[in-house]
């Protein structure tokens, strides 16, 4: 089956660094998304890898590892408009997308 | 404002009643979704078009309907409403289905209550 894992909830500080992690197992592969969704509301594109290796966008940076089935989400100066939860999904051999649970990122003072 | 709307915001509903859900984008995209999202779950694909006048099947379908007569609208259809149908559906679209960079849009969602 298909399969996608991600931590239920996370908790970070103000400032600090934190990375949210993804593995996979899926029927083929044609990218691995990250979406942000506050609560109450739509999820919101954040990044798109197909390829290994770090794709870095602003505070925000997503890495792959296709061998692995793995990815991180890593955010920066965390900032408490941050706190979200974190989708993960990857794109199977069909184009459709298989979500993961998300993660609930709390952010404290 | 370009985007997705979706009608009504919420909605509580008698089971075995029918109901459909609205969707109306103004992006042009070709393709269109509708999602399930259940807390500790996923999002879940219910049905999704890769144009105007075709449909086709997600993860879980069964006791819903949909229609793509056109670009902009695919409304989607709970011909008896059950319980296990309540949840927040999120309409989705992208510019087609065959290309993973495009990304998909949300809809702000509906919230649907069956009792």
């Known amino acids: ?109 | 404002i370009a985007g997705i709307t979706q009608a009504p915001t919420s909605q509580i509903l008698a089971a075995g009643r029918r109901m459909t859900l609205r969707c109306t984008q103004d992006m042009r995209h070709n393709a269109m979704y509708w999602y399930r999202q259940d807390l500790g779950l996923g999002l879940r694909l219910i049905h999704y078009s890769n144009t105007a006048g075709t449909t086709g099947k997600g993860e879980v379908p069964d006791g819903y309907s949909v229609s793509r007569a056109n670009t902009d609208d695919f409304p989607l259809t709970l011909a008896s409403a059950v319980p296990s149908q309540t949840s927040v559906y999120f309409c989705a679209s992208s510019d087609s289905t065959q290309n993973p960079t495009d990304t998909q849009y949300f809809g702000p969602g509906t919230r649907l209550t069956v009792l």
Not at chain 1, 42 to 69: C, H, I, Q, W
Not at chain 1, 87 to 102: E, F, K, P
């Open chain 1, 1 to 109: 089956g298909q399969n996608i894992d991600q931590p239920t909830e996370m908790t970070a500080t103000e400032g600090a660094i934190v990375q949210i992690n993804c593995t996979y197992q899926t029927s083929g592969f044609n990218g691995l998304f990250w979406y942000q969704q506050h609560a109450g509301e739509a999820p919101t594109f954040l990044s798109y890898n197909v390829l290994d290796g770090l794709e870095e966008k602003g505070r925000f940076s997503s890495f792959l590892s296709r061998s692995k089935g793995y990815s991180y989400l890593l955010l920066k100066e965390l900032q408490m408009k941050d706190s979200a939860s974190y989708l993960c999904a990857v794109m199977d051999s069909n184009y459709q997308l298989i979500w993961g649970a998300g993660t609930k990122l709390i952010i404290k003072p």
